[in-house]
């Protein structure tokens, strides 16, 4: 069974950190690319961050650069998120993604919300 769990969520004021960590089982985690995505309220879901299947190269969406950081643990099947520098418009459900050529999953979200 495929299983993606979220954790790391929750309540920071605007320019607090968080570290979002996703949990994977069931499937070859190495020879996936992992993803984070987010959702605001009324909004299309939208890539936050990327890292290839070997962790060898990473892509941002360029409102996070410079301050996200995604980084894989293929060993313990964990893919992280640094958040730094969080601001309002970082407020969203975030969703861990596991993409490979024949399949698609996602985990359930955590909810980050950046306020004062």
């Known amino acids: 069974q495929v299983q993606l769990v979220e954790s790391g969520g929750g309540l920071v004021q605007p320019g607090g950190s968080l570290r979002l960590s996703c949990a994977t089982s069931g499937f070859t985690f190495r020879s996936y690319a992992m993803s984070w995505y987010r959702q605001a309220p009324g909004k299309e879901r939208e890539s936050v961050a990327t890292i290839t299947s070997t962790g060898g190269l990473t892509n941002y969406d360029d409102s996070v650069k410079g301050r996200f950081t995604i980084s894989r643990d293929n060993a313990e099947n964990t893919v992280l998120l640094e958040m730094n520098n969080l601001k309002p418009d970082d407020t969203a459900i975030y969703y861990c993604?596991?993409?490979?050529?024949?399949?698609?999953?996602w985990g359930q979200g955590t909810q980050v919300t950046v306020s004062s």
């Open positions: 993604n596991a993409r490979s050529y024949l399949n698609n999953y």
